[in-house]
Nanobody, 124 residues
Framework: QVQLVESGGGLVQAGGSLRLSCAAS????????VGWFRQAPGKEREFVAR????????YYIDSVKGRFTISRDNAKNTAYLQMNSLKPEDTAVYYC?????????????????WGQGTQVTVST
């Protein structure tokens, strides 16, 4: 089973950038697709982006398309979320998770375990 630890969050002004990291333990990281989620105060955890096992194919929700880029380095057992042109509505705790298949709906409900997440706060 892959265990994941998120890092890289912080406080940034609107228009700024952050790069989040998702570090995985275990030898099976490269056999799992990775997804990023976020949870804003008072809201449900929502899917943001995902990347296939090879890193060749990605998918984003409309609100982050063109601003966020998901990537991975299987040699380092790490996935990333580069966030540019940040907006106050991007403020949330960001989490990553993994599963075998990239295709299909990614729902927070399907994952039984989560890391501690990393807080992203975007000020006006």
């Amino acid at each position: 089973q892959v265990q994941l630890v998120e890092s890289g969050g912080g406080l940034v002004q609107a228009g700024g950038s952050l790069r989040l990291s998702c570090a995985a333990s275990g030898r099976t990281f490269s056999s799992h697709a990775v997804g990023w989620f976020r949870q804003a105060p008072g809201k449900e955890r929502e899917f943001v982006a995902r990347i296939t096992r090879s890193g060749l194919f990605t998918y984003y929700i409309d609100s982050v398309k063109g601003r966020f880029t998901i990537s991975r380095d299987n040699a380092k057992n790490t996935a990333y979320l580069q966030m540019n042109s940040l907006k106050p509505e991007d403020t949330a705790v960001y989490y990553c998770n993994s599963r075998l298949q990239a295709d299909g709906t990614w729902s927070a409900d399907e994952f039984g375990a989560w890391g501690q997440g990393t807080q992203v706060t975007v000020s006006t």
